[in-house]
């Protein structure tokens, strides 16, 4: 057994449902503390949802840092009946690890853990410094994880050069994509009011289903934007609709609509509430509107980072990479508000969330490897920029 497949299995083993860390995090620690990472166990949150972050980092000569983040909590296993073995009780079939976190991401943990010990040992003076940013809260509100250690990080002039989710992004076999930015998340909680009353009178009542159609045909079929080389265009889905009392003879006095826009980055957070709320000011509708804005988006175009990930993953596997954006959000988000280049990388997402989640042997080793190169990659880039400084 790899050093790499032992560690994820251990992972796995300890519960961890948000916003439980199971001991993860000390079972990682224990593996980088030798290594002489200084680790900062930062606990928030409230009493009834306390969170355990991780901040862990050991300088490099160059003042560059590479941080690999990513979480230790996994979202509940849903109906243990379903599984074929106990979700937490690492098993092999089929040449496959079975267990929840698996894929997302317990492996992708293992394999940064194992490829920097591996690292260190081939490396006795490294130029690139390595830090690690980890939570147990990525899979529920994210309120008290990775977002406000970003925060202390920024405030503390203490920001990564680079850095490395282990978000599960491949789609076939480990490394045939990565994600080098997301969409951003705005949602809207609408709630159109109009007059109740009788449906056998409606000239005294005012319905806001009627009044409200006109307006979200328009929204349907606007154009937000076309999206750009890295984005498809900006999307607007409405999720739930509800109005009315039950009864069939009653007109409903509100009609309450949630939406969610996926933007790129040819849209903005505000430029999208104006227009919005432009088409319903036109349509003379009286409403009121709660907006929640779950993430900015992000892009790290072709540079240093991405030149290192694409060159590790093709020594390594022999694939081109596909550059990607698709997919939802993840802790990303946060980190490219401070660290200017970001990347997602890890195993097959195939089984993430699922019953029976599991990721294939044949994918663990070389995650590790593609971590690892990646590594001596920006060690060399730091390396050669520090002998061409005057």
């Not at 709630?191 to 009178?201: D, L, R």
């Not at 072709?302 to 802790?331: F, M, N, W, Y």
């Not at 990303?332 to 970001?342: E, K, L, N, S, Y």
């Amino acid at each position: 057994m790899s050093a790499t497949l032992r560690l994820a299995e251990q992972l796995i083993s300890l519960p961890s449902v948000t916003p439980n860390d199971g001991g993860c995090t000390a079972l990682i620690n224990s593996h980088l503390e030798p290594l002489g990472f200084q680790c900062e166990v930062i606990d928030l949150g409230p009493d009834n949802f306390r969170v355990r972050n991780l901040w862990a980092k050991k300088s490099g000569s160059s003042g560059h840092t590479l941080a690999f983040a990513g979480h230790v909590d996994v979202v509940p296993t849903g109906p243990l009946k379903q599984w074929a073995s106990d979700p937490f009780t690492p098993t092999h079939r089929d040449d496959k690890l079975f267990g929840r976190g698996a894929s997302d991401m317990k492996t992708s943990l293992a394999a940064m853990v194992v490829a920097t010990q591996e690292f260190y040992k081939e490396c006795a003076n490294p130029a690139l410094g390595i830090a690690f940013l980890l939570t147990s809260d990525e899979e529920g509100p994210a309120l008290d994880g990775t977002v406000r250690i970003c925060e202390m990080l920024h405030a503390r002039n203490e920001t990564p050069d680079y850095c490395i989710v282990g978000e599960p992004t491949s789609v076939k076999q480990t490394g045939d994509m990565i994600k080098n930015g997301r969409r951003g998340s705005l949602s809207g909680h609408l709630i159109v009011k109009g007059i109740q009353g009788h449906i056998a009178y409606p000239q005294l009542a005012d319905n806001p289903v009627h009044r409200a159609a006109p307006a979200l045909a328009e929204l349907a079929n606007m154009v937000w934007d076309t999206g750009n080389e890295f984005f498809p265009p900006t999307s607007w889905q409405i999720s739930n609709v509800q109005a009315g009392t039950g009864a069939t003879n009653v007109i409903p006095g509100e009609m309450i609509i949630d939406f969610n826009f996926r933007f790129c980055t040819e849209s903005n957070e505000s430029s999208l509430k104006k227009r919005l709320t432009d088409v319903l000011l036109k349509h003379a509708l009286k409403f009121d509107i709660e907006w929640t804005l779950g993430g900015l988006p992000f892009l790290t175009t072709p540079g240093t980072l991405v030149k290192a990930v694409q060159e590790a993953i093709h020594e390594v596997t022999g694939l081109r990479t596909e550059l990607s954006t698709t997919g939802g959000t993840s802790d990303g988000r946060f980190i490219a508000q401070t660290c200017p280049q970001v990347i997602e990388l890890g195993p097959p997402n195939a089984t993430i969330h699922k019953i029976d989640e599991h990721v294939a042997l044949v994918d663990i080793e070389p995650l590790k490897n593609i971590y690892k190169k990646v590594l001596f990659n920006l060690n060399n880039a730091c390396a050669i920029e520090m002998k061409q400084k005057p």
